[in-house]
């Protein structure tokens, strides 16, 4: 059974429907302060990065798929860390090693061997 299934292209649908969580669930789930702001900022830069990595859904394409990967890892693990480090409420304290858990299965789950999303020219 192959463990990485998703495809780039589909990582870049489920970066943009993360992103869209990331920036609507704080305020619907009542957060205030930091607690909110770093969902919002998550989302925001998760789209920013989105927009700049070289895969199907990518505008401007500057951002290689790995380093993509290694933000979205470095997002995961900040996720983490953050209620821990900055004394968040209960329900916070749920949601942000939640939401690291669905990035990292995500970027665990993706396969790299056609980075770009995009056809090979050569295929």
């Known amino acids: 059974m192959k463990l990485q299934f998703l495809t780039p292209a589909l990582h870049g649908v489920l970066d943009y429907v993360a992103a869209a969580a990331l920036i609507a669930l704080p305020f619907l789930l009542g957060f205030q302060g ?3 702001w770093l969902s919002v900022a998550g989302g925001a830069g998760l789209i920013a990065y989105s927009l700049l ?9 500057l951002v290689s798929f790995d380093a993509h990967l290694l933000l979205d890892l470095a997002a995961g693990v900040a996720f983490i860390a953050a209620p821990f480090l900055l004394g968040f409420t209960a329900l916070a304290s749920i949601y942000y090693p939640v939401m690291a858990a669905g990035v990292i299965a995500v970027v665990t789950r993706t396969s790299r061997a056609n980075q770009s999303g995009r056809k090979n020219a050569a295929a």
Do not use: N
């Not at 990595?53 to 394409?61: I, M, P, Q, R, S």
């Open 34 to 36: 930091i607690e909110l």
């Open 53 to 61: 990595t070289d895969y199907a859904f990518g505008a401007v394409k």
